[in-house]
């Protein structure tokens, strides 16, 4: 039989790492310290998770926090309402990096201990089941809004530590769909 070759695509450079809260660049500080916050504001009273969000787009930061109804189906994540802030703003506008921090209800972050230098090393496991990912849906909105930027930045809070992933949206969402699969250009 003869074999088959098959052609990718793109070619997949995943990229994550695990860096301490105060040694991140002032945006990605704001940004990771914005989603913390916006935590605090969540509705979530039928799953207890509460996740808040902030992105970046034309050097504005917006927040978003998760808002769940009765109905499940219509549940608002903190991505997506972050992002739709920033396009009910500007209108149609790409954004430069997205940070995410969701817990349980009740999970405490201190910030202030997070701006000093962390007392522990890194344990990559334990951050990658401490921290929120985006979920699927949200990888595709965040890359709705990506403008084709694969390196577009994912900063995702660790829970109870000072440890945030820095990955990418191309990491996370390796072969999208999106405007340039339908010959379109959203943004000017
Ligand atoms: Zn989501």
Known sequence: ??????????????????????????????????AIDRRECAQ???SHYHVGAAVIGRGTVFVGCNVERASYSQTTHAEQGAIDSLVATYGPTPIDAIAVAGAPAGCPWRLDEMEREPSSSPDWDEAVSGAAFPCGQCRQIIWENANGNRDLPVLCAVQR???VIRTTIGTLFPYPFGPDDLGLKIFR
């Not at 790492?17 to 500080?29: A, G, M, T, V, Y």
């Open 161 to 163: 530590t000072g440890w």
């Open 44 to 46: 979530a009273p039928y």
């Open 1 to 34: 039989m003869r074999e088959r070759r098959y052609v990718v695509r793109r070619i997949l450079k995943p990229s994550a790492e695990l860096i301490w809260f105060s040694r991140l660049d002032p945006q990605e500080k704001r940004l990771v310290r914005d």
